[in-house]
Nanobody, 126 residues
């Protein structure tokens, strides 16, 4: 059971990146996915999440209107499209998978996740 996050890099303010989270060893369509980030010297922050079917999404206030989460279960992949990037978006981004319990998720609790990816670094700088 493994998640692989990729797509990070160096981008100028106002630029865009798309992060990918690919699952191997299990079918991602049973899992809700959260994208987290951790900036240097700061705590981990939930950026966005999506339920297993892709019908329900949520975003942190800091990224609403700029980031879009989506998934393609046929490809076992969840994406995070990041537009209008700002220097404060600089962080290591992680994806994590969570099986719903009783039909529900708790995306904000890190200990509710069953698997974490290794992280991909995003740097927004001119």
């Amino acid at each position: 059971v493994q998640l692989q996050a990729s797509g990070g890099g160096l981008v100028q303010p106002g630029g865009s990146l798309t992060l990918s989270c690919v699952a191997s060893g299990f079918a991602l369509n049973y899992y809700g996915i959260g994208w987290f980030r951790q900036a240097p010297g700061k705590g981990r922050e939930l950026v966005s999440c999506i339920d297993k079917n892709g019908g329900v999404t949520n975003y942190a206030d800091s990224v609403k209107g700029r980031f879009t989460i989506s998934r393609d279960n046929a490809w076992n992949t969840v994406y995070l499209r990041m537009n209008s990037l700002k220097p404060e978006d600089t962080a290591i981004y992680y994806c994590a998978a969570q099986v719903p319990i009783g039909g529900g998720y708790n995306f904000w609790r890190g200990d509710r996740y069953d698997s974490w990816g290794q992280g991909t670094e995003v740097t927004v700088s001119s």
